[in-house]
């Protein structure tokens, strides 16, 4: 019976993966940019390990999480697997030490004494901790991220950190269902991206997109597409 039933889970899957793919691709070819610049972050957040297991045995090796006491039993049941885990949640000084022991990047990074905590606590016998900015910019109190006036010094203060490995930048936009304006959000993020290239900070990743709008981030320059639901369908959890 339960065989039955993870069969067809995993059927579904299938067909969610390579959905969401299909996008992408179109996307890129809709952009004239070439597919494989885009990478794929699976969100699994609110989802069982079994999803993940899943996704895994389909191809999909890095993931997403914004809670770590949901992840850490997560990353547990699937050491050894190769995986990438990025963490992705609102960043807290007394997370910040599981943090930079088990994840292998941040794209929530948003005040310079976090970039120093984690520096400090990055173990010195794994890599440097891959790192993106998280950009504010809507005017939802709710939402986290660094004012782009404070931008520049908190690249500055990341790239001088030996532990930390300054990789780009990350937003979460205001929804939105109108195509223009998730595009300006995503243009928005793109020029401060290029900004802090001129100005000389070695960058590559630009991680925006999510289920509703991967589209009109990927025709911004998005490097690396944040999916969740599109991927697993509809969160079991309340929050998001
Ligand atoms: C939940 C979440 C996503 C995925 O959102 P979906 O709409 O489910 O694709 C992407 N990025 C961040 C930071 C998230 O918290």
């Known amino acids: 019976m339960t065989t039955d039933l993870n069969i067809k889970t995993s059927d579904e899957q299938a067909r969610r993966y390579r959905a969401v793919w299909e996008r992408i691709r179109q996307a890129a070819v809709g952009a004239g940019r070439d597919p494989t610049e885009i990478g794929l972050l ?27 006491q949901e992840a850490l039993p997560k990353l547990d049941a699937l050491a050894g697997r190769n995986l ?61 991220g660094a004012q782009p006036e404070d931008l520049a010094l908190l690249a500055e203060t990341v790239a001088g950190l030996p532990r ?11 929804a939105s269902r ?29 991680s925006m997109g999510m289920s509703e709008d991967l589209e009109a981030a990927i025709l911004e320059g998005s490097t690396l597409v944040r999916v969740g639901t599109a991927l697993f369908g509809p969160r079991p959890a309340a929050r998001t």
């Not at 699994?44 to 809670?67: M, T």
């Not at 120093?116 to 901790?129: A, D, G, S, V």
Request: net charge positive; glycine share 4%; proline share 6%.
């Open 84 to 144: 990438n885990w990025h963490f992705i949640g609102p960043l807290q000084a007394n997370k910040c030490r599981d943090i930079a022991a088990r994840f292998d990047w941040v794209h929530s990074l948003d005040r310079p004494h976090l970039a120093e905590r984690l520096n400090r606590l990055r173990p010195q016998h794994l890599p440097p901790l891959q790192v993106c900015l998280q950009v504010k910019l809507s005017a939802e109190p709710q939402k986290s």
């Open 164 to 174: 930390l490995r300054l990789r780009g930048l990350m937003t979460i936009p205001q």
């Open 42 to 68: 699976a969100v699994s957040k609110g989802h069982p390990v079994q999803a993940l297991d899943a996704l895994q045995r389909l191809g999909q090796r890095d993931f997403g999480e914004s809670y770590l």
């Open 178 to 206: 109108e195509q223009s304006e998730q595009r300006a959000a995503y243009a928005r993020l793109r020029a401060l991206f290029n900004h802090l290239r001129s100005a000389g900070h070695d960058l590559d990743t630009l």
